[in-house]
């Protein structure tokens, strides 16, 4: 799955460093190095779980990615995935991932991956793949302006420092450490992250620098692509339950679907700004929308996905 550099390896735009010294991804070590079992079937194992016990969904469209990726040549790349998660994963056994060359075309081929556990599908996907066609009707949004990944807290020293204040109640530091405790391959830093006390008034929205942790490389983009479908679904509902994360606990949460369109060459080992909002909320379902931008004010991706929220009134109505 090699593809050219991304542009701002060339311009600089990336964090500099010297790669022989920094350890290689494990999120392409492990969680997305599929086991090839025959043609276009693939077996894929977990590395992450969440405290729902059910399977991480970047993970599976991650490594959905990575397997539709390996059904087509170099030369093409990515444009757009749309997925559907049909079951609960289950962490136990291993997933399945057969894929169906639907289309090869000159400009554009598909390619259409089943995701199976205990003999029926779990996550069903269809991935675009197109050959670089340049054209002169080009534009984008502008990159908000937000502080430098290097002068913002990560997600452990900024819960360190709630979890510091003697007025925390007990119930919120639950919720805070749980977050702490989870063991996940990529690194969060918040933009603008709220105080204490703004925590019961956030708007459905949320700004924060993410990448993965250890060295990817430069050359394989579609690797890259890979990665960011991990990093995209991680807290990316959750934007949904922000006006509401500390009046409600929630009871049942699940992506339903998941959309991915990919704009412009970038590495995921280099820190992105991740935007996310949630326009709408209701019916027992959340939507959300989300923007990767390259550190040079380039729109990388675009996100959006819906899912079921399910919860119910926290038990102390007590303010912070």
Partial sequence: MSSPQAPEDKQGGGDSGDPSGDLRSVLVTSVL???????DLFRGRHYWVPVTKRLFGGQIVGQALV????????????????CYFVRAGDPKVPVLYQVER?????SFSVRSVKAVQHGKPIFICQASFQHTQPSPVQHQFSMPTVPPP??????????????????LQEKHSVVLNGIAA????????????PTLSQLQRMEPKQMFWVRARGYIGEGDIKM?????????DYAFLGTALLPDLWQYKVHFMVSLDHSMWFHAPFRADHWMLYECESPWAGGSRGLVH????????????SCAQEGVIRVKPRVSKSKL
């Fill in 290 to 301: 989300g923007r990767l931008w390259r550190r040079d004010g380039v729109l990388a991706v």
């Fill in 67 to 82: 397997a539709a990726a390996k059904s087509v040549s170099e030369d093409v790349h990515v444009h757009s995935l749309h």
């Fill in 224 to 232: 890259h692509c890979c990665v960011a479908a991990y990093i995209s």
């Fill in 33 to 39: 190095n599929l086991e090839p079992l025959d043609e």
């Fill in 182 to 193: 989870r063991d996940v391959p990529i690194e969060i830093k918040p933009v603008s992250p």
């Fill in 102 to 106: 639907t289309r090869t075309g000159s």
């Fill in 150 to 167: 290097e002068e913002l807290p990560d997600y452990q020293a900024l819960i360190d420092n709630y979890l510091s204040d003697p007025n």
